[in-house]
């Protein structure tokens, strides 16, 4: 059947009658895919699994009372801010995949469970690909925090509300909700969105800016790289902190445009002249073709020279904690 986007509006470059686009368009070629899927070769870690969880994991210990944030995995982190807690693109699960027993599966241990958070008063979800919004995950939180807002990408409100949320707020690009003082914008981002066989693009995907006390926070979410970057510089000039993903990048002729690569994201650290930036999208899920050990080596071999004192990005351990 030929499907109608609700949500169209004819005025913005991203909407188009049947769904989403990205400003600077780009479609995943079957062909492509295919082709990286026969040439796909998982690489382990140097020295394995087991040493590069005892370096680079630990149990999340949420009892730091100031502002601060933590890495949890992947696109996962826990942020609290201004008396609110926020978590982003939650995802505890072992696997993420429509079906639980195939699928990629977490390499590294999960470092909290849903029963072990603190109060969340917000989740904000970039996305609806498995690896970022995960229903096991969100059904958890709905049950434990039954008033906590969802805040989402246009058109992925239906699925939060038929899996039980109470509050869910859909935003579209640069639209904005004000939460007891703390700010969230969504933000365009370079990517795409599928959950079926036959709904690609039909809900939108972003980044989220977090403003409180003259303070900002930016989750880039999943995103390739895309002059929009240059563009948020001029309307975020001041941003804190910065949550840049760092890995899934390889084979870069296939995920240039999906994925951001470590040298991609120190750029857009570098153009929007953030004051610090922390490395998440590595470390749990085998999703492209780098080992997992391989991003924060490169950024780590990139970094030292190219950054002023007062610049960080930071590379956490999954589960550890940071102030902010």
């Known amino acids: 059947m030929f499907y109608k986007n609700p949500y169209y509006d004819a005025n913005k470059k991203h909407h ?105 008063d917000v989740i904000v979800i970039s996305h609806n690909h498995y690896d970022h919004l995960d229903y096991p995950t969100i059904k958890q939180l709905i049950k434990r925090f039954p008033d906590v807002i969802i805040c989402v990408p246009l058109g992925l409100k239906p699925k939060l509300l038929s899996w039980g949320a109470n509050q869910v ?14 700010k969230l914008t969504a933000i365009p981002a370079h990517h795409w969105s599928r959950r079926a066989i036959f709904d690609t693009n039909r809900t939108l995907w972003c980044g989220w800016m977090m403003e409180y006390a003259n303070r900002t926070i930016y989750f880039v979410g999943d995103t390739g790289y895309a002059k929009h970057f240059s563009e948020l510089k001029q309307l975020f000039p001041n941003i804190d902190v910065a949550l840049i993903p760092i890995g899934c990048y390889a084979p870069r002729w296939f995920m240039h445009n999906q994925h951001i690569d470590p040298q991609n994201a120190l750029k857009i650290f570098k153009e929007l002249a953030c004051k610090r930036a922390i490395a998440i999208h590595w470390g749990a899920f085998e999703l492209a073709d780098d080992p997992l050990d391989e991003p924060p080596k490169i950024l780590q071999s990139m970094s030292e020279p190219n950054l002023d004192d007062e610049q960080l990005f930071t590379i956490l351990k999954i589960g550890e904690h940071t102030s902010i």
Not at 169 to 182: F, R, T
């Open 16 to 120: 188009t009658p049947t769904g989403f686009c990205n400003l600077e368009p780009f479609v995943i070629n079957p062909i492509d895919f295919a082709k990286w899927r026969k040439q796909r070769k998982v690489i382990a870690p140097i020295g394995g699994y087991k040493a590069f969880i005892e370096k680079w994991f630990q149990t999340a210990d949420f009892s730091a009372i100031e502002n601060g944030i933590w890495w949890l995995g992947h696109a996962s982190t826990l942020i609290k801010i201004n008396q609110k807690t926020i978590l982003t693109d939650p995802v505890f699960s072992k696997c993420v995949s429509p079906l639980r027993f195939i699928g990629p599966r977490r390499r590294t241990p999960c470092p909290t469970a849903v029963a072990q958070l603190p109060k969340i």
């Open 169 to 182: 707020v859909e935003l579209d690009w640069y639209d904005n909700l004000d939460i007891s003082g703390l």
